[in-house]
């Protein structure tokens, strides 16, 4: 997905995203969308984000997802034992054993042809070229094409997969409970007034989280208000300048492999410090004052079952328990 750009504009004024932003490589890939066929209408199939009609009566038994979103979904709905690779970024344990294809948007396919899988799950894409897609189509494999940007995408996707793999009950009752830790998540701030933040999706250029996403929706569940939910561009790059100005309350800084920690009265993030030694964003008044929080990169960065604990958890950081 290189040179996929985005433009922002507004309070910040234009700047274009270049190469691969960051985003892309904690979410394996997201792009925007359109279907390039209508749906077929009154037939019962399950229609991907590039219009293709799959057929949920036809059995599936061997499923390479490249989306660690949708890997999670199909875990999380009980399809595991479907699975029959994985990427380098799928970090659950049950999946270890699993070989790996390589990345979700560069995967071996080779392999990928040795496995002759029933269904490869990857990323809808609206690049011009030759697509992952249309290599797939010249081995003959049979594939599934997800954009999955905003919580109504992992609602969507989610049915659809539990529709194709036998298992719409279990996609409903994963939907639920991630609506019903929402809903925990936004009582647990009832009466208090939610802390402006800025979301960290790259150090250098900043990189933000801008408005409709998931990752939007997600912090605003928490009890926090998106700074820069106010522009144009998913994931826009934004000037120092810019942060600093607005001067949000806190600083939410993705790591990559930390887990969710308790939150002691002595705690100290591990991110004040690095945040204060990196030039523009030592200025930013919330890393001087320290109101910074790390959050698990993989946790937050994938539009998934696992939104609602991450939703909970930030609630927890952001205004206590009770």
Not at 104 to 132: H, R, Y
Not at 181 to 187: G, I
Not at 191 to 201: F, H, I, L, M, W
Request: net charge negative.
């Amino acid at each position: 997905m290189g040179g996929e750009r985005a433009a922002v504009t507004g309070r910040v004024g234009a700047v274009r995203i270049r190469g691969m932003p960051a985003v892309l490589a904690l979410l394996a890939g997201l792009s925007a969308c359109n279907p390039d066929q209508p749906a077929p209408r009154g037939t019962g199939a399950v229609v991907d984000d590039r219009g293709r009609a799959h057929d949920p009566s036809v059995p599936l038994t061997r499923i390479v997802s490249l989306i660690p979103a949708v890997t999670e979904t199909l875990v999380a709905i009980g399809g595991a034992d479907l699975l029959v690779a994985r990427t380098r970024y799928d970090e659950d344990p049950a999946l270890a054993d699993l070989p790996s294809v390589g990345g979700g948007i560069d995967p071996s396919l080779e392999f990928l042809a040795q496995l002759n899988p029933d269904l490869v799950v990857l990323w809808a894409s609206g690049a011009n070229g030759v697509l992952l897609e249309d290599r797939l189509d010249e081995i003959g494999l049979n594939w599934y094409a997800a954009s999955i940007q905003t919580v109504d995408d992992f609602r969507r996707h989610a049915r659809n997969l539990g529709r194709l793999v036998g298992k719409s009950a279990a996609a409903d009752s994963v939907i639920a409970r991630v609506e019903g830790d929402f809903a925990a998540a936004t009582q647990s701030w009832s009466g208090r007034d939610p802390a402006e933040v800025v979301y960290v999706v790259q150090m250098e250029p900043p990189m933000t989280v801008g408005p409709g996403t998931f990752l939007d929706a997600l912090l605003g569940t928490a009890g926090a208000f998106n700074a820069f939910g106010d522009i144009v561009g998913s994931w826009p790059l934004v000037s120092m300048e810019e942060v600093v100005k607005r001067d949000p309350d806190y600083v939410i800084m993705p790591v990559q492999g930390y887990g969710t920690p308790e939150a002691r009265s002595d705690y100290s993030d591990p991110s004040i410090e690095r945040l204060r030694a990196q030039p523009g964003w030592s200025a930013v008044p919330a890393v001087v004052a320290g109101r910074v929080i790390s959050v698990d990169g993989s946790l937050f960065g994938r539009p998934g079952p696992r939104m609602g604990e991450a939703a909970l958890y930030l609630a927890t950081r952001l205004h206590g328990s009770r």
